[in-house]
């Protein structure tokens, strides 16, 4: 509740902030309201009346440092989240079958698909030179994948829980054979696939705690 209420904060001092530039900016102003001095009225009086609020924000050094590291969790989310979709464009443009399937061998897209990678490989090296960018992204990659895996585990664990109580596949199949060996059966293949996730020891360990 508490990381909320920072959240709505650091996002109303961002708006209150960008009220404060367009009032204070004569050309911007004219150019959003159409030249409409009843508009142009009505933003500065706006923003002279969140001046008080965006203050006393402002001044709660506590609050400004919390924004400054979600704006910084924000941006590396960004950066990590571009670094994968340009690898991946870049992996799609040098495999020539792929791009010739996707464009039905047409070569104006194929060259069009060209440029971009080329173009998305300088931007891709701009970002891997910042080599605390790239351990993060791994990190953060690392981290999303074993959540997934937890949540894979609980929902195994609670599938083979259930095939394994007779009285309830009696009752969700309403007593078909044909369903409850379908169950069976599933129940078998996931206890394989649960075996494989636990005996990855860092793995149960880190979803346990």
Do not use: W, Y
């Not at 605390?132 to 585990?153: D, G, M, Q, Y």
């Not at 259930?162 to 293949?189: C, L």
Request: proline share 0%; net charge neutral; aromatic share 2%.
């Amino acid at each position: 509740h508490h990381k909320t209420t920072i959240e709505t904060e650091c996002k109303e001092i961002l708006a209150l902030e960008k009220l404060e530039l367009l009032a204070a900016n004569t050309t911007e102003l004219a150019d959003k309201t159409h030249s409409n001095a009843t508009k142009i009225a009505e933003i500065k009086t706006k923003a002279s009346d969140s001046a008080t609020r965006l203050a006393a924000l402002k001044g709660n050094s506590t609050l400004i440092k919390d924004c400054a590291i979600i704006a910084a969790a924000e941006r590396l989310e960004r950066d990590c989240k571009e670094l994968e979709e340009l690898e991946k464009f870049i992996k799609f443009a040098d495999n020539s079958t792929a791009v010739a399937d996707k464009t039905k061998n047409n070569a104006t897209k194929i060259a069009e698909i060209k440029a971009e990678a080329s173009k998305d490989a300088t931007k891709l090296q701009n970002l891997e030179t910042n080599s605390t960018l790239v351990k993060l992204c791994i990190i953060i990659a690392a981290a999303e994948r074993e959540k997934h895996e937890c949540e894979e585990i609980k929902k195994l664990e609670t599938f083979i829980a259930f095939a394994g109580n007779s009285s309830a596949v009696a009752d969700k199949t309403k007593n078909n054979a044909t369903k409850a060996g379908e169950i069976e059966a599933q129940s078998s293949k996931d206890a394989t696939v649960l075996a494989k996730l636990k005996s990855n020891a860092t793995l149960v360990s880190d979803c346990a705690a």
